[in-house]
Each structure stands twice: as C-alpha cells, then as structure tokens.
C-alpha cells in the first residue's frame, strides 16, 4: 500500500468535524492502532466522518461515558478483529453495547484467529470482511460496505473512448481506485485525470 498517498497521523480537530451526522465508530485494541488509524484516514478522506479514541474523547470527560456516547451516536461500528482485540475486555463491552443498541456492526478480519465465543455469539450473524493476509487490499471493499449502511451509492462508471458516462455534479466527491490501490480525492470534476483511472467511484455527500 503506497503510504505516500495517505499519512496515517490522525489529526485532533473536534471542531473541524460534523458530530450531527451518521458516522463510524470504530472500535479496536491499542495494539492494532495502526491498522484503526488507517481505516479512519480511508473512511475520512472520502467524507465519512469516524469517531475513534482516543482522538475524539473530550479532554476531562470520563473515559467509559465517551465510549459509551460514540457508540450510541454512531450509525455502524468496524470491528478491527485480531487475537489482540479477540481478548479484550474494552473491545467486547463496545461490541455488547453496539449489539444492544442495534448497530450495524462490520467485522474487519485483519487475522485468521478463532473467534472467542463471547464474540461470536454477537457476529455469528453478521457477514464477515475478511482482510487477511493483506488488510489494505480490502479498504475499498470496506468503503463500499459502509457506504451501503450509510445509504450512499458507490457507482462503478463504464467508460469508452475516455469518456465518463455518468453525469458529474458538484456535490458530489469522486475518487479513484488505481490498480496499486492508491486513492486521491477529486474535488475538480474537470480533473483530467479522471478519464484515466481503471476504476472511478462516486458517492453522493448527504
């Protein structure tokens, strides 16, 4: 994966993100913080807003209260599932409570790791994403997965002869999946490289 495209440094800017609406939470062990940061940036560098700790705990709030209120705001959860988070504690209280509250809740398999039983009885359900041995090669699959829960479309548009079929509009946000999986934002609809992409995406902003 071409990290040159993606700087993985979560930034904290309460202020600069929309709380109101629906967006991911994202739950994982410490130790696999860097596969979560990574799954924030992808999701947020294409307009879907994440809440992730420890960057969205409110400085001097409890920290189980904020756990607690991002699950219950939130429209689904990703599970970042590893033999890290398969023994957490932390991790399957927010799976229970995002169980409990009725909400969609994505696995994220990033390891071949028997499921512990608590876990499964909770995902035994639910369509597993299975991520491994190369989790980044399943981030637009991921994207997808979400967006359909978040009720956007991920529209593939056919081109022939260089030519994109399907409408652009402004208020829409375009990116493209090249084949080494590098994926850059195209805010531009005149962006000449859009015509040369092998796989062009477009999803709605609510």
Not at 17 to 35: A, G, H, L, Q, W
Not at 74 to 102: P, R, W, Y
């Amino acid at each position: 994966y071409n990290t040159t495209v993606f700087d993985y440094k979560l930034k904290n800017n309460h202020k600069g993100r929309n709380m109101e609406k629906p967006y991911v939470f994202i739950s994982y062990s410490t130790d696999d913080k860097v596969v979560a940061d990574a799954i924030c940036h992808v999701l947020e560098h294409h307009g879907i807003t994440c809440w992730i700790a420890p960057r969205d705990v409110r400085p001097g709030s409890p920290y189980a209260r904020e756990i607690i209120s991002g699950i219950k705001g939130c429209k689904v959860m990703i599970l970042v599932f590893t033999s890290h988070s398969n023994s957490s504690q932390h991790v399957g209280n927010e799976v229970d409570m995002a169980f409990n509250h009725k909400k969609t809740i994505i696995p994220f398999l990033v390891e071949d790791t028997p499921m512990n039983e608590e876990l499964k009885y909770y995902l035994s359900r639910k369509h597993w994403l299975t991520a491994y041995p190369n989790y980044e090669e399943r981030f637009e699959e991921l994207l997808v997965a979400v967006c359909n829960v978040l009720g956007r479309k991920a529209i593939a548009i056919d081109k022939k002869n260089d030519e994109v079929k399907n409408e652009i509009t402004s208020n829409m946000i375009y990116f493209k999946i090249l084949s080494n999986l590098e994926c850059r934002v195209l805010i531009d609809c005149e962006e000449v490289g859009i015509a040369k992409a092998n796989t062009l995406f477009k999803i709605p902003l609510k």
